[in-house]
């Protein structure tokens, strides 16, 4: 069982061979930071691309050597990005990494039908929290990406997210379908999607995972709370993965964890061709290397064809 971020790194083989990564307009401190870091660790290769003048400038200000690494020279954050994305399209990088621009620009390169990472897989956001007063690190999807997902596209964002924590390890992640309450109620869509996905999941049309729903917050992490609600359930108050009704209670979440909570957190965007760091402006150094690591292994197991889905 998963309890602290820091065991990510343990989860690479001790014979790993450090990941490429581009890092996307690399003239961004925290980014910088944070690859340096990871490439100190073995954990990734780097690949900086972007405005040389300005990156080499940040890089001697926060002392770090980056001459030794591959750098390739764009003028543009657009052409940055365009590089970056055509380098892994043509094999030549392992992990994406976003760094000074855009979201949406990065994701109008990924999803370029010439040059970008389509897999036909919906791409969704995986988030995964270390919190103080819980018992093991907990995910929670979509609260980047998509808006206000379909019963179908809900599906696909579960099978991404538990796509990940089987590579992690978990070979049967309890998910709570989350509500505003725990029971069905006809005119909150919420609740309906929460009991046809939890169906869904008995008949094994949803695989490799334990599903139910609808689950209010409260009892999805607190089996005290579920308990005095009465609720019969194989995933209340040991909750592997919260599933999100849409991106504004997702959003609201990550960032009262990160923000109130003082959570840890590391973040990529699963469904592409690679693994994508693409983190929040306000996220820290330490998310942000991380989400690096988060990535790193999720990419070594893709190589070794340990992921399914």
Known sequence: MLTKLSQLRDLLDKSHKPKKLVLAASEDAHSLNAVINAAKQNI?????????????GMAEILNLDIGKYEFVESSHP???????????????????????????DMLH????????????KLLSHFAYFEVENYHKLIAVTDVAMNIAPTLTEKIQILNN???VLNSLGIAKPKVAVLGAIEKVNTDMDATLDAALLSKMNQRDQILNCIVD??????????????????IKSDVAGDTDLLLMPDIEVGNVLYKTLVFFAKAKVASMIVGASV???????S????????SIVLAAVFAANQEKGRITG
């Open 44 to 56: 990734i290769r780097p690949v900086f691309v972007g405005d040389k003048e300005k990156t080499f």
């Open 78 to 104: 657009i052409d940055s990005i365009i590089i970056s994305v055509k380098m892994v399209h043509d094999g030549a990088a392992d992990v994406l990494m976003k760094g000074k621009v855009g979201t949406s």
């Open 109 to 120: 390169a990924v999803l370029n039908k010439d040059y970008g990472l389509r897999t036909g």
């Open 161 to 163: 997210a538990v796509m």
């Open 213 to 230: 729903g609808p689950l209010a917050f409260d009892n999805a992490v607190s089996l005290e709370s579920a308990k005095h609600k009465e």
């Open 275 to 281: 693994p994508i760091v693409l983190t929040s402006r």
């Open 283 to 290: 996220d820290s150094e330490q998310a942000k290397f991380d």
